[in-house]
T-cell receptor
C-alpha cells in the first residue's frame, strides 16, 4: 500500500531564505508525482508535475526533484516571500499495473505548512 | 476557462439531514474525482467517475454516501443522514489523462 510522508509538518522561515520541503513514498512504482499548494480555506493549486521518467521540474523560483529508487521528492523554493506562506502537498499517482498507465487515485501526504515571515 | 467549479463553498447541515455537493469539471474533462480532507489529515480518495459511470468507488464509505456524474449537468456527491464525523472539506478534481485540476472545495459542517 502506497504511503506518502511529508517532513517537516510545519516550517517557519524569514523572508529571502531558500528552503527545501521533503516528500517520501513507500512504493517506487509511481506514474508521476505532483506538488500542490493549498491556501487556508481554499482549493489546491498545482505547482509542478514530475513524470516517473523525469528527475526534476522547474517553474520560476520552484524546483522539484524526484528520486524514484529512493522514494523521495524535494520541493526547493528559492528566495522565499511572505506570499509563499501556504500548505504544500505532495501527491503520488501510483502505477495501475506493470504494463499500464497511472492509477486514477492520487495518494497525498499530510502537507507541510510553510510560514514566511517578513 | 472557469476551471473546476464546486458549490456550495460552505454547507451547514444538522445531523440526519442530507448534503448534496456539486462539481462541474473543467471544459473538455470527462474524468471526475472526489476527495475528502478531514481536519489535520491529508486528502483521501473517495470515488472516480466518468460520464454516467462509476469507475472506482473504493474510497467511498459503504453506507450513506453516493456519487453520480450524469450525461448532462454536474457531478453530485450525496451524503444521506449526515453525522458529525462527516464534517470535512470535500474536493472535486477533473482531468483528461494528464495532471489533475482541483476545485476550491465544499466545507461541510454538521451541527
Amino acid at each position: 500500500k502506497q504511503e506518502v510522508t511529508q517532513i517537516p509538518a510545519a516550517l517557519s522561515v524569514p523572508e529571502g531564505e531558500n528552503l527545501v520541503l521533503n516528500c517520501s513514498f513507500t512504493d517506487s512504482a509511481i506514474y508521476n508525482l505532483q506538488w500542490f499548494r493549498q491556501d487556508p480555506g481554499k482549493g489546491l493549486t498545482s505547482l509542478l508535475l514530475i513524470q516517473s521518467s523525469q528527475r526534476e521540474q522547474t517553474s520560476g523560483r520552484l524546483n522539484a526533484s524526484l528520486d524514484k529508487s529512493s522514494g523521495r521528492s524535494t520541493l526547493y523554493i528559492a528566495a522565499s516571500q511572505p506570499g509563499d506562506s501556504a500548505t504544500y502537498l505532495c501527491a503520488v499517482r501510483p502505477k495501475a499495473g506493470p504494463t499500464q498507465g497511472g492509477s486514477e487515485k492520487l495518494v497525498f501526504g499530510k502537507g507541510t505548512k510553510l510560514t514566511v515571515n517578513p | 476557462n472557469a476551471g473546476v467549479m464546486q458549490n456550495p463553498r460552505h454547507l451547514v447541515r444538522r445531523r440526519g439531514q442530507e448534503a448534496r455537493l456539486r462539481c462541474s469539471p473543467m471544459k473538455g474533462h470527462s474524468h471526475v474525482y472526489w476527495y475528502r480532507q478531514l481536519p489535520e489529515e491529508g486528502l483521501k480518495f473517495m470515488v472516480y467517475l466518468q460520464k454516467e459511470n462509476i469507475i472506482d468507488e473504493s474510497g467511498m464509505p459503504k453506507e450513506r454516501f453516493s456519487a453520480e456524474f450524469p450525461k448532462e449537468g454536474p457531478s453530485i456527491l450525496r451524503i444521506q443522514q449526515v453525522v458529525r464525523g462527516d464534517s470535512a472539506a470535500y474536493f472535486c478534481a477533473s482531468s483528461q489523462g494528464g495532471g489533475y485540476t482541483f476545485g476550491s472545495g465544499t466545507r461541510l459542517t454538521v451541527v
